[in-house]
């Protein structure tokens, strides 16, 4: 399953060509890296940091082995069938809160909050559909397929969209 670390740096090109370096700035304001986290669960670490500038991830979250992309085959025999991958991305952005008082934000901050969420979902989707092109360009993947984009939040003062890519290697 090698073939996936070449896989996971074009997943986080196509999100830095979004986020980081992007054409037109987001919403809620570039970032200034897209980060590789270990494992299934991403720790917001950093994102409460100076002006809060938001985080992007890309995380890679199963690895199997499939004879009917993108359905995992539970009755392949060991190393048999083509390699596939789920690949997780997502990005957080700080939310209005209630403040000191118990007032909730203002009517405009959650509207705003919205908007900049729908932003980057719509960035998160751009970057998969670029990513998955290239993937197939350079012929490291046999196909890809996506999620819907989803909100986790807000809560702690955080509203995060996740997305994830499936894909078959090459």
């Known amino acids: 399953m090698r073939g996936i670390i070449p896989v996971t740096g074009q997943v986080i090109e196509a999100l830095r060509d979004q ?3 992007p054409v037109s700035p987001p919403l809620g304001g570039v970032v200034p890296e897209v980060e590789h986290r270990p494992g299934m ?3 917001l670490d950093g994102l409460f940091v100076g002006d809060c500038p938001g985080l992007v991830w890309t995380n890679v979250i199963r690895l199997f082995r499939t004879d009917q992309f993108p359905a995992e085959s539970d009755t392949i025999a060991p190393c048999r069938g083509t390699p596939a991958a789920i690949i997780q991305v997502g990005a957080a952005r700080c939310v209005g809160t209630v403040d000191a ?4 934000p203002s009517a405009e901050r959650m509207e705003h909050d919205a908007l900049v969420g729908l932003d980057d979902a719509a960035r998160l989707e751009r970057a998969l559909c670029l990513a998955a092109r ?3 360009d350079k012929n490291l993947i046999h196909s890809a397929t996506w999620s819907a984009a989803e909100p986790i939040g807000p809560q702690g003062g955080v509203l995060a969209w996740v997305m994830s890519l499936t894909v078959q290697l090459a």
């Open 101 to 104: 008082q118990g007032y909730p």
């Open 19 to 21: 986020f980081v370096d």
């Open 41 to 43: 669960d991403v720790a």
């Open 134 to 136: 290239r993937l197939e």
